[in-house]
């Protein structure tokens, strides 16, 4: 009697012998159409990697231009003060002696150049409408024959825009109408 482990086996199937396989029948299409499948799931996968660069390039572009603008307003913010001082030091200056006031105004006005290089330009101009993204408000004074909230004074100077607003300007404005 044949022992279940003693039975031969076809080699080729690893089945025992007697015992055929069903292979299934194979079309001459099928080769075409998995290649065509996997062709397609390649390409997509390309296409999915490839906006994926994309778009981390232009995240990283975006991060840099913040990171770039947050260090610009770090440094020039680093000047206000400064502008400030020499503001006042003019305005003590010029009541003593009238060439030290000349010569700390003009290194009052390179602080401010340096200020509108780095993409900060001033906020002083006076006879235009108040706009509370560029202005403060510190005192209000009457109209007289002046338009309601038109600047009349800047008593400190802002710098930005009202997109990249380092500080604001201190103004007096007129009154606004009753």
Known sequence: MDHPDERSTNTEEGL?????????????????DDLS??????????HRAAADLDNTRKRAAREL?????????????VFLPV?????????????????????????????????????????DE???PFDPRIHEVVSVVERGERPPRTVVAVPRLGFGSPEHLLRPADVVVTAAEA
Do not use: C, F, H
């Not at 015992?19 to 075409?32: G, L, T």
């Not at 499948?37 to 390309?46: F, G, I, K, S």
């Open 16 to 32: 025992p012998s007697g015992e055929r396989a069903e292979r299934p029948e194979k079309s001459s299409a099928a080769p075409s």
């Open 37 to 46: 499948l996997r062709l397609a799931e390649v390409e997509d996968r390309w």
């Open 65 to 77: 231009a913040l990171a770039r603008d947050a260090e610009r307003a770090r440094a020039a913010s």
């Open 83 to 123: 502008v400030d001082g020499l503001e006042d030091a003019v305005t003590y200056a010029t009541g003593v002696n009238a060439a030290l006031a000349e010569g700390m105004e003009s290194i009052r006005e390179q602080a401010i150049d340096a200020l509108e290089r780095l993409g900060y330009s001033r906020i």
């Open 126 to 128: 006076v006879g235009v």
